[in-house]
């Protein structure tokens, strides 16, 4: 029986919710279930909920399994060099996005690489090996016996407070810095709603969080999944990412809450009309504005995303993102820096125009400079959405939130004034959190920093020359 080792790499910085969205990919999990079923020997690895790196020594099998993000890709490549060392003979396949995207450099470290979905060519692979070196995994045309995921197989499931559940595969929509559509189509493709509640029923923590791109892209199955999901009376409390637009349905998002829905991650992208369209994001700041009402007025709320960094965008967008932020009462926020991402327009238009400053991808996570602004230095970038960041999530605010949640569990309780304004202590915990990773975020990256500053100067040092500070 061969043993597979499927390994998930860490990042090298988390994101600011890192600890509170901390969930293996759902790929492994889909494709480990598979394999066990196929009788090999199955073992997962998240490396983000594992809490550290891999040893060497632990690196045992006869096959390792990779999938990375363009941010963890580097992580991957010493992974492979590492297995192959510790297991001369074994067999390295890797998957995912970055190296469906850069499958000639995902080449040079692996024996094997996967592009697009998996599911139907990965058993044959291990099984019978192939003379060719890139393997075209082909968007399935149903998902209809993608397998449940079998958590058993996951190093410290156990641990884990919040389960991923993924309903469908593919947006209908094409932001051009997104790589989903990319990879996944825009298609949508879902799961059998009886396949989604078998899943759900199997579920034992407090928390669900739902991985689809877009899971009400389809209105009238929505309504039915919703109905299913408010009939079984779960325990558990669910968020999801969506889009504003599904908000033109307001008696959907009342179904919603009924069956649960606690938070929505919604990506605003932008305050400014022209950013969104250069984005090619099909929504306007009236959509944004209505969601936030409609969401609000049905007691879910809200995680706004935003992008520093388009084309559009001039350096006053940080503090009028902030300002419409506090405004309009968003409940938390993910301020992020636009990133060239492989397989994405933006990518392309960028490389074109020799936009990008460095291609080190561990840089490539939302939160780093890593391309030439049109309307600002880097710099300014970085500083805009580091300062937007400060603001929002102020000692001051939070003071002023800690005060709200002690009213709320006193006097605002006993006078029976409490309403959905009232603070949710999980969302003061989020900010805590929040604003601690901040601050060690600014720790972390005082070389990068400076190469940033370089570049404002106008001394161009590339980032491998100054790679030696880096870390």
């Known amino acids: 029986m061969k043993k597979v080792l499927f390994v998930e790499p860490k990042a090298v910085e988390a994101n600011v919710f890192a600890k509170f969205m901390n969930l293996p990919l759902m790929g492994p999990l889909y494709l480990g279930t598979l394999i066990r079923n196929a009788g090999f020997d199955v073992k997962i690895v998240n490396e983000n909920l594992l809490g550290r790196k891999l040893t060497m020594n632990e690196l045992e099998g006869d096959v390792l399994l990779l999938t990375s993000l363009t941010s963890t890709s580097e992580r991957a490549y010493e992974l492979a060099r590492q297995f192959k060392q510790k297991n001369p003979g074994s067999t390295v396949i890797m998957g995912g996005i970055h190296a469906t995207f850069l499958t000639e450099e995902a080449g040079r470290y692996v024996d094997y690489v996967v592009t697009g979905e998996g599911e139907d060519v990965i058993l044959d692979l291990l099984k019978y090996g192939s003379d060719k070196k890139v393997i075209n995994g082909k968007l ?275 006078a029976g004034l409490v309403n959905y304004e009232s603070y949710p202590t999980s969302t003061l915990a989020i900010k805590l959190v929040a604003k601690h990773i901040i601050n060690r975020w600014h720790k972390l990256n005082k070389d990068y920093m400076s190469y940033l500053d370089h570049i404002r100067n106008g001394v161009h040092r590339s980032a491998q020359a100054m790679h030696l500070n880096m870390f």
């Open 140 to 414: 399935l045309h149903t998902l209809d016996h993608i397998p449940l995921p079998d958590y058993s197989l996951l190093v410290n499931s156990d641990k884990m407070s919040i389960i991923p559940v993924m309903t469908s595969r593919g947006c209908p929509y094409d932001c051009n810095f997104c790589s989903v559509t990319k990879m996944f189509g825009q298609g949508y493709r879902t799961l059998p709603i009886d396949r989604v509640i078998e899943e759900l029923r199997q579920v034992k923590t407090d928390f669900v969080f739902f991985y689809d791109d877009n899971l009400t892209a389809n209105v009238n199955r929505t309504h039915e999944l919703m109905e299913r999901i408010a009939k079984e009376k779960f325990k558990f409390d669910w968020s999801a990412q969506v889009r504003t637009d599904i908000t033109r349905y307001p008696d959907l998002v009342k179904d919603m809450r009924r069956a649960g829905c606690d938070t929505v991650y919604i990506g605003f992208e932008s305050v400014s009309n022209d950013t969104l369209n250069g984005l090619s994001k099909h929504q306007t700041l009236d959509d944004i504005k209505r969601a936030i009402d409609v969401f609000h007025s049905n007691s879910i709320r809200i995680h706004g995303m935003f992008i520093f960094g388009g084309d559009e965008d001039k350096k006053d967008i940080f503090k009028e993102t902030v300002r419409f932020s506090i405004k309009h009462k968003i409940d938390t926020v993910q301020y992020m820096i636009l990133t060239p991402l492989p397989g994405t327009e933006t990518y392309q238009r960028m490389e074109a125009d020799g936009r990008i400053l460095h291609k080190m991808w561990q840089y490539y996570d939302g939160l780093h400079a890593v391309f030439q602004p049109k309307n600002m230095s880097p710099l300014e970038l970085q500083e805009g959405m580091l300062d937007a960041f400060e603001e929002f999530y102020s000692y001051t605010r939070l003071l002023n939130d800690a005060f709200n949640v002690v009213y709320d569990k006193t006097i605002g309780k006993v």
